[in-house]
């Protein structure tokens, strides 16, 4: 059995000020190659800071954390960049993207700080993403002349774009319609199945979170003991 | 790395040219900063350099006189390391150069100018009952060219008359109107030591310094010397450089080899040059300030755009962009500003220059109808360097604020 993708130990986020807050508290968590991960649980429950926790977005107060292989509890800024750069994907609640840019050139973006393709190969590859993903006529639309659903899915063809090995989703359809739901989910589910990607999502949606492969549920920063799939809000 | 360069040059662009009305108001500091700059370097060089080249053109660059710096050795204090002087007297010495035409000939024969000799005395010009103070030159005429512009000074008459003339006198043309005399009339020379003769004026001289045209006359050498009642008498060597630069090593040389007093121009004109480095200093004491006043707009124009994008940051840093490539990407910014208004700038400067130098004025030294300016490359790399480097000074502190800043509390926030 291969090594999974991300190894958490005593992950813990502890918000130092007047009043301590613990955001995540001693999180045990492992995410194989290729597994679809729902984090489920009640608003203030630390999911959202667990993710941030998990893509580098934000160092543990204590606590190790291994991707792909790699121990990270002590890299600095620059590699934990270039580790989210060249590892890690994005999609949040909110699309994100550059307002002044094109979703072709949104979805270039990572890909061009990576630097590892021409200019030639980097524009097929971000058309291929964006066609893949129903966009090949709003290329070369910005995101104010896109709908949710759309901006939405160049938002994943973007966190695709160096071809990460995990995804990390914070509420990702947590502002679109019921269609526009499902169309990122059928995404994100034929990404675990086709490419082997691992996904870790966090999601009040039931119905996405029984569509994973396994889910955990986070009460006050920890896992809870035994997930319920039924009702994982 | 080419990938990430790109990167970083089409979000700067972007920014920059998404606003097009602040990035205006910026660069447009930054020009008139630049512009005001140039044009004032090149007017207090361009005055600078016409002052100094009247001043060069009026005078020897170097002058040899028959002074001496320090006293003569004397014999004891050769002999003793510690002597002691007393009741000495200063012995009664012809005045003059001595073997002047063999020193002439001994210093042209190494030095690259020409050397002229000339005697100087102090005297009153009298003509119609109207007398001034007069500093009496006299020169021969034809090694003076060589070493000043007497010849293309000279308005009415010529140089080569005081040669036909019986006592013949050059008369600066301020002096002249003084006294009322013309070419052709007769005035009277009278010296301090009593010395009296009748000179017929047989041209007017401009030099186009006040000071000179009303004080200085020529006459021939043999003349100037009876008026100094010393026959033979050479009291200076006046010396034309090829390189006017040169001046103060050639002076140093030549009271070497001499040991007669040998003063360059700048010598001769410490203080003014010394003012000159002073006038420099606080000019481009000024032109910083100036430049530094342009530079808060970059850093005002920075700052928003890094306050409006805070959310772009936090994106981009979440996607894996460094902080120095986010750091990057607003320094450019500022760059694109200082850049935009450095060219504008040196556009304007120099339009500003020629149409400063195309005005006519009256000046209150010189000939000269048009303000002096001068074209130097320096001005332009000067005030382009400085508003460039205070446009990334200003732009780096916003954009190292904003490459810190913490995605995490930014994408909580737009949650």
Same mark, same amino acid.
């Given at each position: 059995?291969?090594?999974? #993708?991300?190894?958490?130990? &005593?992950?813990?986020?502890?918000?130092?000020?007047?009043?301590?807050?613990? #955001?995540?508290? &001693?999180?045990?968590?492992?995410?194989?190659?290729?597994?679809? /991960?729902?984090?489920?649980?009640?608003?203030?429950? &630390?999911?959202?800071?667990?993710?941030?926790?998990?893509?580098?977005?934000?160092?543990?107060? $204590?606590?190790?954390?291994?991707?792909?292989?790699?121990?990270?509890? !002590? /890299?600095?800024?620059?590699?934990?960049?270039?580790?989210?750069?060249?590892?890690?994907?994005?999609?949040?609640?909110?699309?994100?993207?550059?307002?002044?840019?094109?979703?072709?050139?949104?979805?270039?973006?990572?890909?061009?700080?990576?630097?590892?393709?021409?200019?030639?190969?980097?524009?097929?590859?971000? $058309?291929?993403?964006?066609?893949?993903?129903? /966009?090949?006529?709003?290329?070369?639309?910005?995101?104010?002349?896109?709908?949710?659903?759309? $901006?939405?899915?160049?938002?994943?063809?973007?966190?695709?774009?160096?071809?990460?090995?995990?995804?990390?989703?914070?509420?990702?359809?947590?502002?679109?319609?019921?269609?526009?739901?499902?169309?990122?989910?059928?995404?994100? !589910?034929?990404?675990?199945?086709?490419?082997?990607?691992?996904?870790?999502?966090?999601?009040?949606?039931?119905?996405?979170?029984?569509?994973?492969?396994? !889910?955990?549920?986070?009460?006050? &920063? !920890?896992?809870?003991?035994?997930?319920?799939?039924?009702?994982?809000? | 790395?080419?990938?990430?360069?790109?990167?970083?040059?089409?979000?700067?662009?972007?920014?920059?040219?998404?606003?097009?009305?602040?990035?205006?108001? %910026?660069?447009?500091?930054? *020009?008139?900063?630049?512009?005001?700059?140039?044009?004032?370097?090149?007017?207090?060089?361009?005055?600078?350099?016409?002052?100094?080249?009247?001043?060069?053109?009026?005078? =020897?660059?170097?002058?040899?006189?028959?002074?001496?710096?320090?006293?003569?050795?004397?014999?004891?204090?050769?002999?003793?390391?510690?002597?002691?002087?007393?009741?000495?007297?200063?012995?009664?010495?012809?005045?003059?150069?001595?073997? =002047?035409?063999?020193?002439?000939?001994?210093?042209?024969?190494?030095?690259?100018?020409?050397?002229?000799?000339?005697?100087?005395?102090?005297?009153?010009?009298?003509? *119609?009952?109207?007398?001034?103070?007069? +500093?009496?030159?006299?020169?021969?005429?034809?090694?003076?060219?060589?070493?000043?512009?007497?010849?293309?000074?000279?308005?009415?008459?010529?140089?080569?008359?005081?040669?036909?003339?019986?006592?013949?006198?050059?008369?600066?043309?301020?002096?002249?109107?003084?006294?009322?005399?013309?070419?052709?009339?007769?005035?009277?020379?009278?010296?301090? @030591?009593?010395?009296?003769?009748?000179?017929?004026?047989?041209?007017?001289?401009?030099?186009?310094?006040?000071?000179?045209?009303?004080?200085?006359?020529?006459?021939?050498?043999?003349?100037?010397?009876?008026?100094?009642?010393?026959?033979?008498?050479?009291?200076?060597?006046?010396?034309?450089? +090829?390189?006017?630069?040169?001046?103060?090593?050639?002076?140093?040389?030549?009271?070497?080899?001499?040991?007669?007093?040998?003063?360059?121009?700048?010598?001769?004109?410490?203080?003014?040059?010394?003012?000159?480095?002073?006038?420099?200093?606080?000019?481009?004491?000024?032109?910083?300030?100036?430049?530094?006043?342009?530079?808060? %707009?970059?850093?005002?124009?920075?700052?928003?755009?890094?306050?409006?994008?805070?959310?772009?940051?936090?994106?981009?840093?979440?996607?894996?962009?460094?902080?120095?490539?986010?750091?990057?990407?607003?320094?450019?910014?500022?760059?694109?500003?200082?850049?935009?208004?450095?060219?504008?700038?040196?556009?304007?400067?120099?339009?500003?220059?020629?149409?400063?130098?195309?005005?006519?004025? +009256?000046?209150?030294? @010189?000939?000269?109808?048009?303000?002096?300016? *001068?074209?130097?490359?320096?001005?332009?790399?000067? *005030? %382009?360097?400085?508003?460039?480097?205070?446009?990334?000074?200003?732009?780096?502190?916003?954009?190292?604020?904003?490459?810190?800043?913490?995605?995490?509390?930014?994408?909580?926030?737009?949650?």
């Amino acid at each position: 059995m291969s090594a999974p #993708l991300v190894v958490a130990r &005593g992950l813990t986020r502890i918000l130092t000020g007047e009043i301590e807050t613990t #955001l995540v508290d &001693g999180v045990d968590l492992d995410i194989a190659a290729g597994e679809f /991960l729902a984090i489920t649980g009640p608003s203030g429950s &630390g999911k959202s800071s667990l993710l941030y926790l998990l893509g580098l977005l934000d160092e543990p107060t $204590r606590g190790e954390l291994a991707i792909d292989g790699r121990e990270t509890s !002590r /890299l600095r800024e620059e590699a934990r960049a270039d580790l989210r750069l060249s590892t890690l994907g994005f999609v949040f609640q909110f699309h994100f993207l550059l307002p002044e840019f094109s979703a072709l050139d949104n979805v270039m973006l990572p890909m061009r700080a990576f630097g590892r393709l021409s200019d030639r190969q980097m524009t097929a590859q971000a $058309r291929d993403l964006l066609a893949s993903l129903g /966009l090949e006529a709003h290329m070369g639309k910005r995101p104010d002349q896109m709908s949710g659903g759309q $901006r939405q899915r160049v938002a994943i063809a973007r966190a695709l774009a160096n071809r990460p090995k995990l995804i990390l989703a914070d509420e990702p359809t947590g502002n679109l319609d019921s269609h526009s739901t499902e169309q990122v989910l059928a995404i994100l !589910r034929k990404l675990v199945d086709e490419t082997k990607t691992s996904v870790a999502i966090v999601t009040h949606d039931l119905s996405l979170a029984a569509q994973a492969d396994r !889910r955990v549920h986070v009460v006050d &920063g !920890r896992l809870a003991p035994h997930a319920a799939p039924s009702n994982p809000a | 790395m080419t990938g990430a360069l790109d990167l970083i040059v089409s979000i700067a662009v972007t920014h920059v040219r998404a606003r097009l009305r602040q990035t205006f108001v %910026g660069v447009l500091g930054v *020009a008139t900063g630049v512009g005001f700059s140039v044009i004032m370097a090149a007017l207090m060089q361009g005055s600078q350099e016409d002052f100094v080249a009247q001043l060069v053109d009026a005078m =020897p660059h170097v002058s040899v006189s028959d002074e001496r710096r320090n006293p003569p050795v004397q014999p004891a204090e050769q002999d003793y390391a510690a002597a002691q002087i007393s009741g000495q007297s200063t012995p009664a010495m012809r005045r003059g150069v001595k073997n =002047p035409y063999a020193l002439m000939a001994s210093l042209e024969a190494w030095l690259p100018g020409v050397v002229a000799p000339s005697v100087q005395a102090r005297a009153v010009i009298r003509y *119609a009952g109207r007398d001034t103070a007069a +500093n009496v030159v006299g020169v021969d005429p034809r090694r003076e060219p060589k070493v000043s512009k007497i010849a293309a000074q000279i308005r009415e008459g010529s140089l080569e008359a005081l040669q036909r003339a019986s006592n013949g006198i050059i008369l600066g043309d301020g002096l002249a109107k003084k006294i009322g005399a013309r070419v052709g009339n007769s005035v009277v020379v009278a010296t301090g @030591g009593g010395a009296t003769m009748s000179a017929r004026v047989v041209g007017l001289s401009h030099s186009g310094m006040k000071i000179n045209d009303e004080t200085q006359a020529y006459t021939l050498l043999k003349t100037a010397q009876v008026l100094a009642g010393q026959t033979g008498l050479v009291n200076e060597l006046r010396i034309r450089l +090829n390189d006017v630069m040169q001046a103060r090593e050639m002076a140093d040389r030549i009271e070497a080899q001499t040991g007669y007093k040998s003063v360059s121009w700048q010598e001769q004109n410490e203080d003014l040059l010394s003012a000159f480095a002073i006038r420099n200093l606080i000019m481009y004491t000024v032109v910083g300030a100036i430049l530094l006043v342009a530079s808060f %707009g970059t850093y005002n124009i920075v700052s928003t755009i890094t306050h409006e994008k805070t959310r772009d940051i936090a994106i981009m840093k979440s996607l894996g962009l460094r902080e120095s490539t986010v750091r990057r990407i607003f320094v450019l910014e500022a760059m694109i500003i200082g850049l935009g208004g450095l060219l504008i700038g040196w556009a304007l400067g120099y339009l500003m220059s020629r149409g400063l130098g195309s005005i006519e004025i +009256n000046l209150p030294f @010189g000939d000269k109808n048009h303000l002096p300016i *001068a074209y130097a490359p320096q001005h332009y790399l000067i *005030a %382009g360097g400085v508003a460039l480097a205070s446009s990334v000074f200003a732009g780096y502190f916003p954009a190292r604020k904003a490459a810190s800043l913490h995605p995490v509390e930014i994408i909580r926030g737009a949650s």
